[in-house]
């Protein structure tokens, strides 16, 4: 049987070498297995990193959103990947989200419900939780601070209207848009949802920060309040 070291990065064939292929070529030439198998450094006695790294990413049919998803221990129930190496994968998955979502503020203007999707997708879209978000922007609709206003269960979200209000009034926001997930991926206003959208909205009539719109996001898509005439 071989050992540990016939595995190890530094006795691999040239071309299967991801550390020296990086430097080589750049971080562009990789395949995600072969990043991934730099976050975990070596494989186990009969299995490289590169192989065990493709071995997860088949398992959630090479879809890094999916494997931003699995939990630690999920993570560990694949033979050589213990706490060091989950954690080192789902910190990087981490990273690698909050990096998209940075880049998605960057956005110069808010144009549609769509820029605002591209904006809170990344941030809200794939949680098991509801949270309620709200964008504040200026008067050329410009994204100036962004939000979490409550953290709840599926069932639904405590909304603090002065909060919100307050928050804008110390940005100097001329509106706001509004933006919860549905966990269920079910694109519906609720009761509930047009009930806040119409109470937040009277109440920034009379501060005169617009409302401008109610965004629902979801995985794979989003429905806006505007959009809908729900207002």
């Known amino acids: 049987m071989m050992s540990d070291q016939n ?27 072969e990043l991934i198998a730099i976050l975990i450094g070596s494989g186990s006695r009969n299995e490289s990193a590169v192989s065990l790294s493709k071995r997860i990413l088949a398992s959630v049919d090479y879809n890094l ?17 213990g706490e060091a190496k989950a954690i080192s994968i789902a910190a990087a998955l981490e990273l690698g989200r909050r990096r998209r979502a940075e880049e998605t503020l960057e956005l110069k203007k808010i144009t549609s419900s769509k820029a605002v999707f591209e904006i809170m997708q990344p941030i809200i879209g794939e949680l098991p939780h509801e949270e309620f978000w709200v964008l504040y922007l200026n008067n050329s609709n410009k994204v100036i601070h962004k939000s979490q206003l409550s ?11 002065r909060l919100i209000f307050k928050t804008a009034l110390e940005h100097n926001a001329t509106s706001v848009i509004l933006s919860h997930n549905h966990p269920s991926g079910k694109l519906q206003a609720s009761d509930a949802d047009t009930a806040i959208t119409k109470k937040l909205k ?30």
Not at 67 to 78: A, C, D, P, V
Not at 151 to 161: A, F, L, S, Y
């Open 151 to 161: 953290k709840g269960g599926i069932t639904g979200t405590v909304v603090d209207v």
């Open 65 to 81: 959103n999916a494997l931003g998803k699995l939990s630690l221990k999920q993570l560990m129930e694949f033979k050589g990947i």
């Open 7 to 33: 595995f190890s990065i530094k006795n691999w064939a040239e071309d299967d070498k991801p550390r020296e292929k990086l430097m080589l070529k750049g971080k562009s030439a990789l395949s995600d297995a």
């Open 202 to 231: 009277l109440a920034g009539e009379q501060l005169d920060v617009k409302v401008l719109d109610h965004i629902i996001i979801t995985e794979n898509g989003y429905l806006s309040f505007q959009d809908e005439g729900i207002f």
